[in-house]
């Protein structure tokens, strides 16, 4: 059974600091990661992807990939009242093209 | 922005009624998904579509889901009859796939909220 694991939370952080959250996935063979945002009652939203080892920023968003380990990573630098959402990892592991998801953290950044 | 069409965005029924949904992907996305997600949990695919061909429908219902994409472009997802446990967010994706560079990225249009009385 593939699977991707989170912690579901919540993960409570002041405003202004950095917040970090964690993926880990079963299948070594793994080739594709990618992190999503979902708002309350929203639908997921695509905000990184990443393919190979090391890390890729984007603005304040920074994905780390460790596939030796098997865990890929989502940094959020000053952290936001509007980055407070639950945020979702999904790995693709074979040429399927499907993904899979795991259940989601729940972050909650303070003012 | 190019954008994933849904509709209707919230739909009530009551049980043993028929309910379908509409998806338009993104222009020139080859890929359709079906998801249902349930809250606090992640989305659960449904079926998968490559141009108008059935991928994968190994987590549909098949008893009383029905999903179609006849001319390869949008999509209807159908449940007849409703049951109570149908209620959840029903969620439609594209992407590149199989062609394209980062054609694995997976585009979600607003979905639609589905609550069975």
Same mark, same amino acid.
């Given at each position: 059974?593939?699977?991707?694991?989170?912690?579901?939370?919540?993960?409570?952080?002041?405003?202004?600091?950095?917040?970090?959250?964690?993926?880990?996935?079963?299948?070594?063979?793994?080739?594709?990661?990618?992190?999503?945002?979902?708002?309350?009652?929203?639908?997921?939203?695509?905000?990184?992807?990443?393919?190979?080892?090391?890390?890729?920023?984007?603005?304040?968003?920074?994905?780390?990939?460790?596939?030796?380990?098997?865990?890929?990573?989502?940094?959020?630098?000053?952290?936001?009242?509007?980055?407070?959402?639950?945020?979702?990892?999904?790995?693709?592991?074979?040429?399927?093209?499907?993904?899979?998801?795991?259940?989601?953290?729940?972050?909650?950044?303070?003012? | 922005?190019?954008?994933?069409?849904?509709?209707?965005?919230?739909?009530?029924?009551?049980?043993?009624?028929?309910?379908?949904?509409?998806?338009?992907?993104?222009?020139?996305?080859? /890929? %359709?998904?079906?998801?249902?997600?349930? !809250? @606090?949990?992640?989305?659960?695919? #449904?079926?998968?579509?490559?141009?108008?061909?059935?991928?994968?429908?190994?987590?549909?219902?098949?008893?009383?889901?029905?999903?179609?994409?006849?001319?390869?472009?949008?999509? /209807? %997802?159908?449940?007849?009859?409703?049951? !109570? @446990?149908?209620?959840?967010?029903? #969620?439609?994706?594209?992407?590149?796939?199989?062609?394209?560079?980062?054609?694995?990225?997976?585009?979600?249009?607003?979905?639609?909220?589905?609550?069975?009385?």
């Amino acid at each position: 059974q593939k699977e991707v694991e989170q912690n579901s939370g919540p993960l409570s952080v002041p405003e202004g600091a950095i917040a970090s959250l964690n993926c880990t996935y079963s299948d070594r063979g793994s080739q594709s990661f990618f992190w999503y945002r979902q708002y309350s009652g929203k639908s997921p939203e695509l905000i990184m992807s990443i393919y190979s080892n090391g890390d890729k920023e984007d603005g304040r968003f920074t994905a780390q990939l460790n596939k030796a380990s098997q865990y890929v990573s989502l940094l959020i630098r000053d952290s936001q009242p509007s980055d407070s959402a639950t945020y979702l990892c999904a790995v693709n592991p074979d040429s399927n093209y499907q993904l899979i998801w795991g259940a989601g953290t729940k972050l909650i950044i303070k003012p | 922005e190019a954008e994933v069409a849904q509709s209707p965005r919230y739909k009530i029924t009551e049980k043993s009624q028929a309910v379908a949904f509409w998806c338009d992907p993104i222009s020139g996305h080859a /890929t %359709l998904y079906w998801y249902r997600q349930i !809250l @606090g949990q992640g989305p659960e695919l #449904l079926v998968q579509f490559q141009d108008e061909s059935v991928v994968d429908d190994s987590q549909l219902p098949k008893d009383r889901f029905s999903a179609e994409r006849l001319k390869g472009v949008d999509s /209807t %997802l159908k449940i007849q009859p409703a049951e !109570l @446990g149908d209620s959840a967010m029903y #969620l439609c994706a594209s992407s590149l796939a199989p062609r394209g560079i980062r054609r694995d990225e997976q585009y979600f249009g607003p979905g639609t909220r589905l609550t069975v009385t």
